[in-house]
């Protein structure tokens, strides 16, 4: 094994747990989370010596991870088939988990780059200027993206609401 592998490697154990939970995040689904992570690790260990070069090696690895579920979700077998079921995790502890069950079926049906805007935003805690990089595109286009996502899980989870009956119990449709 050479340096630049010895020196992958130790970087790929040690951020592999967060490059998997935040594929998780995007796809909601810990199988193609996988795959993500496996894919953004292949295209980081291609371009390691630009990576470990770079000012912030978690931020690019972040980038290739973004840009490849932005990818993988505009090719025409993501749009064909549609994996949907069992939660990735359970919800901590004291989260009120039919809250965290609405908002994951809200973000499941945002736009897929609408859906990384909020990650990148609210899970990875960047700043517009570090999201447009990571995404590709203007800071204005990730405020718009955001500000669209947003009024999109604010009519979901309001919807949600009022499907609910004062009881708390769903109205039962015949």
Do not use: N
């Not at 295209?43 to 770079?54: C, M």
């Not at 949907?84 to 994951?104: E, F, K, N, T, Y």
């Amino acid at each position: 094994m050479t340096r630049r592998d010895d020196d992958f490697a130790e970087y790929a154990a040690a951020r592999m747990l967060a490059l998997q939970r935040l594929a998780v995040l995007l796809c909601q689904d810990s199988h193609r989370a996988d795959d993500l992570v496996q894919a953004a690790i292949t295209k980081l260990y291609l371009h390691w010596p630009k990576a470990k070069a770079a000012s912030d090696i978690d931020a690019y690895a972040r980038t290739i991870l973004i840009r490849e579920f932005l990818h993988e979700r505009g090719t025409s077998w993501a749009r064909r088939v549609t994996l949907s079921g069992q939660l990735p995790d359970r919800p901590a502890v004291g989260h009120d988990r039919d809250a965290a069950i609405d908002m994951q079926a809200a973000l499941a049906t945002l736009p897929p780059r609408q859906h990384a805007t909020l990650v990148l935003r609210f899970y990875c805690d960047l700043s517009v200027e570090q999201a447009a990089l990571a995404l590709g595109c203007s800071p204005g286009t990730v405020k718009s993206q955001t500000a669209k996502a947003l009024a999109s899980l604010r009519r979901s989870l309001e919807a949600d609401t009022s499907a609910t009956t004062s009881s708390g119990r769903p109205h039962e449709h015949a």
